[in-house]
């Protein structure tokens, strides 16, 4: 069984570019969570999604970030006019649907760079 | 809000010893989760160990275990037999019961450094 699948794992953007991360879960599981971790700290939530819904975007800049997670592929989320202070590692986890201790298992990152 | 804090930035111990890691929140609720995550040089993050509130008895996990103390929302982890390979920034976390809210709360994490 396939862990929680996140690329690209590495990502170079200069300012005012977009940055598009995909992350696929694990097989059964519906739900998917986005966190963003800054260098020496702990991560922080941003989004919490199920098929087609976002669920939970307490954690979401206003603007310029957006996340989807559509009835087919991956879960993307997108980042729009990068600038530096994004430059982070971005962890995707996934999680089953409710019923049991809905432990969430993380995906290896994405390190993106704005240059 | 619920707040997790980790007040060991970095900790050491010598291989083949134990050590105990700590870790407090804050919250008003009687139902939740806790968690203790593992993130090696390799940064993936890794789930070392799981707590119900609702359960008296510690959770234990082979090497790993906790001391949960629910009054004074207190949740440590031990680690027995300390090996090179448990090096690791070890993370606290906290997850609501609520419907509708999934997130986990982290703390900053510990820096655990094992010598040989």
């Known amino acids: 069984n396939a862990g929680v699948m996140q690329n690209p794992r590495h990502l170079v953007r200069r300012r005012g570019q977009e940055a598009r991360l995909r992350c696929s879960p694990m097989?059964?599981?519906?739900?998917v969570y986005w966190y963003r971790q800054l260098p020496e700290e702990g991560l922080k939530f941003m989004v919490y999604?199920?098929?087609?819904?976002?669920?939970?975007e307490s954690g979401m800049p206003k603007e310029r970030f957006s996340a989807e997670f559509p009835k087919e592929g991956p879960s993307i989320l997108r980042i729009q006019q990068v600038v530096r202070g994004d430059s982070a590692a971005y962890f995707c986890?996934?999680?089953?649907?409710?019923?049991?201790?809905?432990?969430?298992?993380f995906g290896p990152g994405t390190r993106l760079l704005v240059l | 809000a619920q707040t997790v804090t980790q007040s060991q930035p970095e900790m050491s111990v010598q291989e083949a010893e134990t050590v105990t890691l700590s870790c407090t929140y804050d919250?008003?609720?009687?139902?939740?989760?806790l968690f203790w995550y593992k993130q090696p040089p390799s940064r993936q993050m890794i789930l070392v160990i799981r707590?119900?509130?609702?359960?008296?008895q510690n959770a234990t996990e082979n090497r790993f275990s906790v001391n949960f103390q629910k009054a004074a929302k207190s949740f440590s982890l031990k680690i027995s037999d300390s090996q090179l390979g448990d090096a690791a920034m070890y993370f606290c976390?906290?997850?609501?019961?609520?419907?509708?809210?999934?997130?986990?709360?982290f703390g900053k994490g510990t820096k655990l450094t094992v010598n040989p």
């Open positions: 999604l199920q098929k087609e819904n976002i669920i939970d």
């Open positions: 097989k059964g599981h519906s739900h």
């Open positions: 976390a906290y997850r609501t019961t609520q419907g509708g809210s999934e997130k986990l709360v």
């Open positions: 707590q119900e509130a609702y359960k008296q």
């Open positions: 986890a996934s999680s089953p649907p409710r019923g049991s201790v809905e432990t969430q298992y």
């Open positions: 919250t008003s609720e009687s139902d939740y989760y």
